[in-house]
């Protein structure tokens, strides 16, 4: 019973995300309205347009359903729920104004604080990654698998240069591949799909960045925690990680032994 209403969750999830793209198209690279709600945290009339279709859509087919989002004043009746939609109308904002095809539009279903299926979709690379618990994850049809890397170095690494290269590592890193890309959520689309090996953001995140994607990694065969290698839980009082390390399971140890003893 669980498998199947998964599945439809994650039907609903397709349809919603892959209606959604035809906005992020249409409006990219254009001159789109946009302000920012906080500092370094940019919305535009992209991501409320996409929210706003995604809502009708998800809480019209589940009305029972629980709804976090980003672009969504928060409402604790989702504490309430056991069955959440977890949605980032655009992950990646600041590269969609730019201009560059690095972002994604994120949705997930969250039971009991975990992900159940999920769906993230870069509508500029028709790349549609999704993911259903026990049932395997999957870009455009065919099936993931994270790669099977066993040393740190020489590892293809996605994310900010500047991380890496900081001064204040005791040890410093090994000789790195080292890629950046404009959404979390895309990032760790890419190491469940084998194209990187593993990613790291040493900084807080909110459910709606990482919720969908993790599933990716995880039934992609790959590991994703915290960095001290705490288990993600979703849909709390305070809808925030406080960071993300994702990889395949031969190197995450590794990665895991170099930041676990990190205070933040």
């Known amino acids: 019973m669980q498998d199947r209403e998964d599945a439809a969750d994650l039907a609903l999830l397709s349809e919603a995300v892959?209606?959604?793209?035809?906005?992020?198209?249409?409006?990219?690279?254009?001159?789109?309205?946009?302000?920012?709600?906080?500092?370094?945290?940019?919305?535009?009339?992209?991501?409320?347009?996409?929210?706003t279709l995604l809502h009708e859509r998800l809480r019209g087919a589940r009305p029972d359903y629980g709804w976090l989002s980003e672009e969504t004043e928060d409402d604790s009746s989702r504490l309430t729920q056991r069955r959440v939609f977890v949605v980032d109308p655009i992950d990646g904002t600041v590269a969609f104004l730019k201009g560059k095809p690095e972002f994604t539009i994120c949705a997930g279903v969250i039971v009991d604080g975990r992900p159940r299926a999920a769906a993230v979709f870069n509508p500029m690379t028709d790349e549609f990654?999704?993911?259903?618990?026990?049932?395997?994850?999957?870009?455009?049809?065919?099936?993931?698998?994270?790669?099977?890397?066993?040393?740190?170095?020489?590892?293809?690494?996605?994310?900010?240069?500047?991380?890496?290269?900081?001064?204040?590592?005791?040890?410093?890193?090994?000789?790195l591949h080292i890629e950046n890309r404009g959404s979390i959520a895309y990032r760790m689309a890419l190491v469940a799909a084998g194209q990187f090996d593993g990613m790291l953001s040493l900084y807080s995140k909110h459910d709606w960045d990482i919720a969908a994607a993790e599933l990716l990694v995880t039934e992609a065969g790959?590991?994703?925690?915290?960095?001290?290698?705490?288990?993600?839980?979703?849909?709390?009082?305070?809808?925030?990680?406080?960071?993300?390390?994702?990889?395949?399971?031969q190197l995450y140890p590794l990665l895991l032994e170099r930041v676990r003893h990190l205070s933040f």
């Open 129 to 175: 990654f999704s993911a259903q618990l026990g049932a395997g994850a999957h870009l455009n049809g065919a099936p993931l698998r994270v790669s099977a890397r066993e040393q740190i170095e020489g590892a293809r690494m996605v994310g900010p240069r500047a991380l890496y290269d900081h001064p204040s590592w005791a040890q410093p890193w090994p000789p």
């Open 222 to 249: 790959g590991i994703a925690t915290t960095h001290r290698g705490e288990t993600l839980s979703y849909n709390g009082a305070v809808a925030r990680q406080r960071s993300i390390i994702c990889s395949g399971p």
């Open 18 to 51: 892959r209606e959604s793209a035809a906005i992020a198209r249409r409006l990219f690279g254009q001159p789109v309205k946009s302000w920012h709600k906080a500092k370094d945290a940019p919305v535009s009339e992209a991501d409320i347009a996409i929210n």
